[in-house]
Nanobody
């Protein structure tokens, strides 16, 4: 069992930056792909970014490409989402996920992830 805890959310003005962290307890993330998803009020959860277990492969939703960067630090057993040039439409609860059910490097599909955090709120004011 892997417990994930997100942190780093908050209120920021449009154009600002935030760095979300996803820490794992009790078990290493070293061999797990990781992903970030978000859910805005009244909307379905959507893919944001994913990174392979090695860190060698990443993928992003079109809406965040060039603004967000996913990374991982296995020595700290954590993953990160650096969010720059934030827009009001980025407002959502952000979730990190780890571990893929299928044998693949990365995934943009939330149902393919095994472990989930509780989420952290990001609010971007315009």
């Amino acid at each position: 069992q892997v417990q994930l805890v997100e942190s780093g959310g908050g209120l920021v003005q449009a154009g600002g930056s935030l760095r979300l962290s996803c820490a794992a307890s009790e078990r290493t993330l070293r061999y797990y792909a990781m992903g970030w998803f978000r859910q805005a009020p009244g909307k379905e959860r959507e893919f944001v970014a994913t990174i392979s277990w090695s860190g060698g492969s990443t993928d992003y939703a079109d809406s965040v490409k060039g603004r967000f960067t996913i990374s991982r630090d296995d020595a700290k057993n954590a993953g990160y989402l650096q969010m720059n040039s934030l827009k009001s439409e980025d407002t959502a609860v952000y979730y990190c996920a780890a571990g893929l059910k299928a044998r693949r490097d990365t995934s943009s599909r939330d149902y393919e992830y095994v472990y989930w955090g509780q989420g952290t709120q990001v609010t971007v004011s315009s």
